[in-house]
């Protein structure tokens, strides 16, 4: 059963910074595109970053050049750095794989205030 479990997530003034992490479990890691995802209140969930097996990285155009995407595969793990956050980054952030896309966490919030 894939697992996956957010955390990091704060309450943070705009121009700051945050590290979001997730832990899977249940699933190949090291052969698996890891994702992370955002929804904000109302709105759908879209794709941020999203990392492959062997490091290839790609972004969503709004977090280009702020956000880094990165994993760990000693310790399952896959990170969101978050820098020069801004309000409009506010969302509940959640990983995904492409190992089981239908398989998600319960999201970790971030709050950038103005």
């Known amino acids: 059963q894939v697992q996956l479990v957010e955390s990091g997530g704060g309450l943070v003034q705009a121009g700051g910074s945050l590290r979001l992490s997730c832990a899977a479990s249940?699933?190949?890691?090291?052969?698996?595109?890891m994702a992370w995802y955002r929804q904000a209140p109302g709105k759908q969930r879209d794709l941020v970053a999203s990392?492959?097996?062997?490091?290839?990285?790609n972004y969503a155009d709004a977090v280009k050049g702020r956000f880094t995407i990165s994993r760990d595969n000693a310790k399952n793990t896959v990170y969101l750095q978050m820098n020069s956050l801004k309000p409009e980054d506010t969302a509940v952030y959640f990983c995904n794989t492409r190992f089981d896309p239908n398989a998600w966490g319960k999201g970790t919030l971030v709050t950038v205030s103005s």
């Open positions: 990392i492959m097996s062997k490091g290839s990285t």
């Open positions: 249940g699933i190949a890691f090291s052969i698996s595109t």
